[in-house]
């Protein structure tokens, strides 16, 4: 009931925009508006009882944890009950007038493509993203939240909306702290009044919620009986792996990810155990079968944290290493205090001893399907090879461990991706140390010249194409005692027996290499014989402690200043073109065509990588190359 005048407030643009969604094209999955409002109830107990634990003046302080449903068919209504901390007037203003969270703005950012590109937008995201209280309208034309503020001082407060773009907000006169949200429910939707509808629901998404879920079903508007608990209330990870089945592991899951996950989005595998000494502490962990839709966001979801069962942070970035961030689950420790703030406990040295065993478990575990189940570790390396490689650059106590974790394409590997293990068991004789190249596109690298030399020896070249993989060449110097050598840096040599027919050949373009030298002198740091074609005529490479190519156009992406400077031309003594051009450079060295031909060796070595720059004028020297041998022809 209103104590006063309410007034009215108009919904923040992105509310309203949502609120369009929410009410006129999400039409399936509705139901899953009641895991949310449940989930905020559970948040807000969880607030309440950690508050409870410091604030000796917070209202109700000894009030047991309960969330109460009741429905109403009769009167087509729904009502999700909590006591927990509760929201003052201008809270509620605030809370539910606003997004606050990124993951909703980019719910809403993608919808919007979907809708701009002329799909039908995926509510499959929702589950995702959870777009949190506003989807109740999707089941209800008026929603009337009252609330009070487990904080001395605050009226309870009365708001009520039916989702067009305003709000109203009014003084209210609840005597007890926590929420109330009563959901009037449209003509279409009043299966949600339902008992055995709403039974499902709690069942399906907020079994594993920590807070008993009462459920009262009235009729003609009176109750029937006791409200019965519907959910299972208990905290999954005491209980003994024996007796869970990869069923029970798949609904915890479930719960884990926030209540929904995707047909074939099941987890690749989990761990759960606990630990005595030196910490104790009990944990569920997850590897997703899908890389999370905030897995590079600031504000990414991590390890749920409790202390003796209560939930202490939703989401604690402590207790994994960075490079872990994509595992998923619940930690539960009795060793930690329950009466300090959350920055203190964030801080607090049983995290440091609980990430330490955590990490070296969870390697443990990659390195069990890497090597019992490579089809699912092949998996895992898809999804977040990419952040598992950060540890690298990152955690030199685990170096080794995760240095066996890689996983690399090859130029003869197809499709398929090998381990360093693998690649030098694989190395022929006279081959001694690892190739690799970098870039983004590893069809264009498994082109690239700069493997002809290699491959003409049957030596396999390693494809990088994660900007990481920068990093981790320069801290992965070598490998069981093998160096890691890129084909398109430095002076490249290969242990050769032909060697001295290179020389020779090197020796014999002596006049065009002092010609290019000047041709090129703009261009180029240098003109010299390549040890590395065997099949193209020319190619660059970047100097030995040279920026890499690929490492320039990672830093300019990133808007990072990147100075410039001048690569290396390399030519192959042995090709006919360069044979022919030395013929004329030695015998007619006034003949025009000698520049413009070196020219065009330096085009397309350009062109191989994909950037020429000057194409007008390549295609100008082509020209005059392509009419002179039509001409003798
Ligand atoms: P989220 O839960 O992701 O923060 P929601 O849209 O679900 O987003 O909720 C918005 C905010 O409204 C919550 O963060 C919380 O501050 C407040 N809120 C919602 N429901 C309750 C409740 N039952 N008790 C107290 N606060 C609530
Ligand atoms: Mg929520």
Redesign the pocket.
């Known amino acids: 009931m209103d104590t006063g005048t309410p007034h009215k407030h108009e919904f923040k643009a992105e509310v309203s925009a949502l609120l369009k969604l929410v009410t006129n094209s999400l039409y399936t999955n509705q139901e899953i508006f009641l895991r949310?409002l449940i989930?905020?109830?559970s948040?807000?107990l969880d607030k309440a009882r950690f508050e409870a634990l410091t604030n000796r003046e917070l209202l109700g302080r000894d009030l047991a944890p309960e969330i109460t449903l009741t429905a109403d068919p009769d009167r087509k209504l729904l009502i999700i009950e909590?006591n927990?901390?509760?929201?003052s007037q201008e809270?509620a203003t605030r809370?539910?007038g606003t997004i606050?969270?990124s993951g909703t703005l980019e719910f809403l950012r993608r919808l919007k493509e979907q809708q701009q590109s002329g799909e039908r937008p995926d509510v499959n995201l929702i589950g995702q993203f959870?777009v949190?209280?506003?989807s109740a309208f999707m089941v209800a034309d008026r929603i009337d939240v009252y609330?009070r503020s487990a904080h001395a001082g605050h009226a309870a407060v009365h708001w009520s909306s039916t989702g067009d773009g305003t709000f109203t907000t009014a003084p209210a006169d609840r005597e007890i702290r926590g929420?109330r949200?009563e959901l009037h429910l449209k003509d279409e939707a009043t299966e949600f009044a339902e008992r055995l509808r709403i039974e499902n629901i709690v069942r399906r998404y907020s079994n594993y919620v920590m807070h008993p879920i009462k459920l009262q079903v009235l009729e003609d508007g009176k109750p029937t009986g006791d409200a019965q608990q519907v959910n299972e209330a208990s905290a999954f990870w005491t209980r003994s792996p024996k007796d869970l089945s990869e069923d029970d592991y798949k609904a915890f899951y479930k719960h884990v990810m926030g209540g929904y996950v995707m047909p074939g989005d099941e987890p690749i595998a989990h761990l759960h155990f606990s630990a005595d000494a030196p910490i104790q502490f009990s944990t569920v962990l997850y590897i997703p079968g899908r890389p999370p839709a905030d897995l590079f966001m600031e504000d990414r979801k991590s390890l749920t944290l409790f202390a003796r069962r209560v939930m202490i942070m939703e989401s604690c970035d402590k207790l994994l290493p960075l490079y872990l961030r994509f595992i998923r689950g619940v930690v539960d420790s009795e060793d930690l205090p329950l009466n300090v703030s959350r920055e203190m406990i964030q801080e607090h040295k049983v995290l440091t001893g609980i990430r330490r065993s955590l990490t070296r478990k969870v390697l443990k575990l990659l390195a069990e399907l890497a090597s019992d189940k490579p089809e699912e570790y092949a998996k895992v390396w898809r999804n977040f090879g990419a952040v598992l490689k950060e540890g690298i650059h990152t955690d030199s106590d685990h170096h080794d461990d995760l240095v066996e974790l890689l996983r690399y394409r090859t130029s003869s590997s197809g499709d398929d991706s090998i381990s360093l293990a693998q690649y030098v068991e694989a190395m022929p004789e006279g081959q001694d140390a690892i190739y690799y190249i970098t870039g983004n596109d590893p069809a264009a690298l498994a082109r690239s010249p700069h493997l002809e030399a290699c491959r003409a020896r049957g030596f396999q070249v390693l494809l990088m194409t994660d900007a990481v993989d920068e990093w981790v060449v320069q801290d992965l110097r070598e490998y069981k005692e093998k160096a890691l050598i890129s084909v398109s840096q430095g002076d490249f040599e290969l242990p050769e027996e032909d060697e001295k027919k290179n020389e020779e050949a090197a020796k014999e373009i002596e006049s065009t290499l002092t010609r290019a030298n000047e041709v090129l002198r703009e261009q180029v740091k240098e003109v010299r014989a390549s040890k590395r074609l065997t099949e193209s005529p020319s190619c660059l490479v970047d100097d030995e402690g040279d920026l890499s190519r690929n490492m320039e156009r990672i830093l300019r992406m990133a808007n990072q200043a990147v100075p410039t400077r001048k690569r290396i031309l390399e030519i192959n003594p042995t090709h006919p073109f360069v044979r022919t051009l030395n013929t004329i450079a030695s015998e007619a060295p006034d003949d025009p065509r000698i520049s413009t031909w070196i020219e065009l060796l330096h085009d397309q070595a350009a062109l191989a990588e994909g950037q020429v720059a000057d194409p007008a004028g390549m295609v100008k020297r082509l020209q005059s190359l392509l009419s002179e041998v039509a001409g003798h022809s």
């Open positions: 949310e989930s905020n109830a948040d807000a909590d927990g901390i509760g929201m809270e809370n539910l606050a969270h959870g949190g209280f506003y609330s929420t949200i």
